[in-house]
Structures are given as structure tokens and as C-alpha cells.
Nanobody
Framework: QVQLVESGGGLVQPGGSLRLSCAAS????????MGWYRQAPGKERELVAT???????NYAYSVKGRFTISRDNAKNTVYLQMNSLKPEDTAVYYC????????WGKGTLVTISS
């Protein structure tokens, strides 16, 4: 089973940027799709963005135009570049991969506050 480790979370002011990374314990070449979900306090986990092995991307409407997902197969890493951050983006962000079963990281906290 793949291990997914997120990093890059933190406290940022509104309008700022962060880049999240998700390092996988195995080659991600065939992991399809991979992506990011988030869970805000008191809310259900929701999809943020996904990317297929062929590079096709999909975004939640709330982040489209502000977030960019990418993958580096050579580094076994998926990224989430987050720009123009808003307080409502505050959540724990989880990395996801489908490997024949759903695999999740433990999450990284992103807090947007002035």
C-alpha cells in the first residue's frame, strides 16, 4: 500500500500563496488519479483537485483559477499551488491516490487568517 506524506501547510494571510507537496512511497507513474481533498472544521471532506496519469486535471469550482495541481513522476510527488488564498480555504488538506483502493495521507493544516 502506498504511503502519502503531505507537507507545506501553514498560516498565511488572505491573498497569500502556499504550495503543498505530497510525496509517495512508490512510483506514482501509474497512480490514477491522484489529488487533493480538504476538510474544514465541522464540514465534510471535499474534493479540491485531481490529476490523472495523463495530466488531465479537475478542480472544485471554488478553487478554479486560483489553485493548480501538478505531478512530477520522477520525484513521485504531487503538488498543489494555491494562490489568492481566502479564509474559507482554511482546512486540513489531504493527499489522495487511487491504487486499486483509496489511499490517503494524514493531512496538512492550512490556515488563512490576518
Amino acid at each position: 500500500q502506498v504511503q502519502l506524506v503531505e507537507s507545506g501547510g501553514g498560516l498565511v494571510q488572505p491573498g497569500g500563496s502556499l504550495r503543498l507537496s505530497c510525496a509517495a512511497s512508490i512510483s506514482i507513474f501509474s497512480l490514477n488519479p491522484m489529488g487533493w481533498y480538504r476538510q474544514a472544521p465541522g464540514k465534510e471532506r471535499e474534493l479540491v483537485a485531481t490529476i490523472t496519469s495523463g495530466g488531465h486535471t479537475n478542480y472544485a469550482y471554488s478553487v478554479k483559477g486560483r489553485f493548480t495541481i501538478s505531478r512530477d513522476n520522477a520525484k513521485n510527488t504531487v503538488y498543489l499551488q494555491m494562490n489568492s488564498l481566502k479564509p474559507e480555504d482554511t482546512a486540513v488538506y489531504y493527499c489522495y491516490a487511487y491504487t486499486g483502493m483509496n489511499s490517503w495521507g494524514k493531512g496538512t493544516l492550512v490556515t488563512i487568517s490576518s
